[in-house]
Protein backbone atom coordinates (compact mmCIF):
# COMPACT_ATOMS: atom_id res chain seq x y z
CA UNK A 1 0.00 0.00 0.00
CA UNK A 2 1.46 3.40 -0.87
CA UNK A 3 0.56 6.59 -0.11
CA UNK A 4 1.73 9.66 -2.77
CA UNK A 5 2.47 12.77 -1.31
CA UNK A 6 2.25 15.60 -4.22
CA UNK A 7 4.83 18.84 -3.20
CA UNK A 8 7.56 20.70 -4.77
CA UNK A 9 9.58 21.33 -1.41
CA UNK A 10 7.43 20.14 1.80
CA UNK A 11 7.46 16.38 3.22
CA UNK A 12 4.46 14.88 4.71
CA UNK A 13 5.10 16.00 8.37
CA UNK A 14 5.49 19.13 7.26
CA UNK A 15 1.62 19.72 6.88
CA UNK A 16 0.61 18.01 10.16
CA UNK A 17 0.61 21.39 12.14
CA UNK A 18 -2.08 22.86 9.71
CA UNK A 19 -3.88 19.81 8.30
CA UNK A 20 -5.44 19.50 11.39
CA UNK A 21 -7.94 22.33 10.87
CA UNK A 22 -8.59 20.37 7.32
CA UNK A 23 -9.02 16.69 8.46
CA UNK A 24 -9.36 16.75 12.18
CA UNK A 25 -8.41 13.23 13.37
CA UNK A 26 -6.92 12.09 10.30
CA UNK A 27 -4.14 14.54 10.57
CA UNK A 28 -1.67 11.62 11.97
CA UNK A 29 -1.99 10.37 8.25
CA UNK A 30 1.11 12.62 7.51
CA UNK A 31 3.07 11.27 10.62
CA UNK A 32 2.18 7.69 10.29
CA UNK A 33 3.79 5.60 8.02
CA UNK A 34 5.61 5.79 4.71
CA UNK A 35 5.57 8.48 1.98
CA UNK A 36 5.99 8.14 -1.69
CA UNK A 37 6.95 11.58 -2.66
CA UNK A 38 6.76 13.26 -6.03
CA UNK A 39 7.75 16.64 -6.84
CA UNK A 40 6.35 17.52 -10.17
CA UNK A 41 4.21 16.73 -12.40
CA UNK A 42 5.86 14.35 -14.66
CA UNK A 43 6.87 12.46 -10.94
CA UNK A 44 3.07 11.93 -10.32
CA UNK A 45 2.22 10.74 -13.33
CA UNK A 46 4.95 7.87 -13.43
CA UNK A 47 4.20 7.16 -9.83
CA UNK A 48 0.38 6.77 -10.78
CA UNK A 49 0.87 4.79 -13.52
CA UNK A 50 3.42 2.67 -12.01
CA UNK A 51 1.58 2.13 -8.73
CA UNK A 52 -1.87 2.34 -10.12
CA UNK A 53 -3.78 -0.28 -7.95
CA UNK A 54 -1.35 -0.33 -4.78
CA UNK A 55 -2.03 3.39 -3.92
CA UNK A 56 -4.52 4.13 -0.85
CA UNK A 57 -3.82 7.71 0.02
CA UNK A 58 -3.20 10.65 -2.59
CA UNK A 59 -1.88 14.32 -0.60
CA UNK A 60 -2.16 16.88 -3.24
CA UNK A 61 -0.20 20.38 -3.11
CA UNK A 62 -1.13 22.87 -5.64
CA UNK A 63 2.16 24.76 -6.38
CA UNK A 64 4.82 22.76 -8.17
CA UNK A 65 7.22 25.57 -9.27
CA UNK A 66 8.25 28.96 -8.57
CA UNK A 67 6.25 31.06 -11.54
CA UNK A 68 3.20 29.26 -9.47
CA UNK A 69 3.80 31.84 -6.62
CA UNK A 70 2.35 34.91 -7.31
CA UNK A 71 0.41 37.50 -5.09
CA UNK A 72 -3.37 36.84 -6.97
CA UNK A 73 -3.06 33.66 -4.84
CA UNK A 74 -4.76 35.19 -1.81
CA UNK A 75 -6.71 37.42 -4.60
CA UNK A 76 -9.60 36.31 -6.74
CA UNK A 77 -9.64 33.04 -8.07
CA UNK A 78 -9.89 34.79 -11.55
CA UNK A 79 -6.74 36.60 -10.97
CA UNK A 80 -5.21 34.07 -10.19
CA UNK A 81 -6.37 31.64 -13.12
CA UNK A 82 -4.83 34.27 -15.13
CA UNK A 83 -1.44 34.39 -13.69
CA UNK A 84 -1.60 30.72 -13.82
CA UNK A 85 -2.02 30.89 -17.93
CA UNK A 86 1.47 32.48 -18.02
CA UNK A 87 3.37 29.68 -16.30
CA UNK A 88 4.51 26.89 -18.38
CA UNK A 89 4.87 24.42 -15.84
CA UNK A 90 1.72 22.10 -14.46
CA UNK A 91 0.29 22.24 -11.05
CA UNK A 92 -1.02 20.14 -8.70
CA UNK A 93 -4.67 20.93 -10.06
CA UNK A 94 -3.12 19.61 -13.64
CA UNK A 95 -2.22 16.30 -11.55
CA UNK A 96 -6.01 15.81 -9.72
CA UNK A 97 -6.82 16.49 -13.68
CA UNK A 98 -4.83 13.27 -14.63
CA UNK A 99 -5.73 11.09 -11.81
CA UNK A 100 -9.70 11.67 -12.34
CA UNK A 101 -9.22 10.81 -15.45
CA UNK A 102 -7.34 7.59 -15.05
CA UNK A 103 -9.05 6.70 -12.28
CA UNK A 104 -12.89 7.41 -14.29
CA UNK A 105 -13.56 3.91 -14.32
CA UNK A 106 -12.81 2.70 -11.26
CA UNK A 107 -15.33 1.99 -8.27
CA UNK A 108 -12.88 2.60 -5.97
CA UNK A 109 -10.50 5.64 -5.28
CA UNK A 110 -7.73 6.52 -3.04
CA UNK A 111 -8.25 8.74 -0.04
CA UNK A 112 -8.02 12.16 -1.60
CA UNK A 113 -6.35 15.11 0.45
CA UNK A 114 -5.15 18.52 -0.57
CA UNK A 115 -2.63 19.73 1.83
CA UNK A 116 -2.06 23.29 -0.36
CA UNK A 117 -1.19 26.55 1.38
CA UNK A 118 -2.69 27.82 -1.67
CA UNK A 119 -6.84 28.87 -0.80
CA UNK A 120 -7.85 29.19 -4.43
CA UNK A 121 -5.80 26.21 -5.27
CA UNK A 122 -6.97 24.11 -2.96
CA UNK A 123 -10.65 25.49 -3.74
CA UNK A 124 -10.02 24.34 -7.41
CA UNK A 125 -8.71 20.65 -6.58
CA UNK A 126 -11.39 20.12 -3.68
CA UNK A 127 -13.98 21.40 -6.61
CA UNK A 128 -12.55 19.19 -9.17
CA UNK A 129 -13.70 16.17 -6.91
CA UNK A 130 -17.41 17.06 -5.93
Not at 84 to 110: H, I, M, R, S
Request: with cysteine; proline share 3%.
Amino acid sequence: MIKLFLDDVRNPSDCASYMYQRIGALNPIYLEGEWLIVRNYEQFCNALDRYEQDITVISFDHDLADGHYHESMSESSEAYEQHLKTVKEKTGLDCAKYFKEKFKNKQVWPQLLVHSMNPVGTENIINLFK
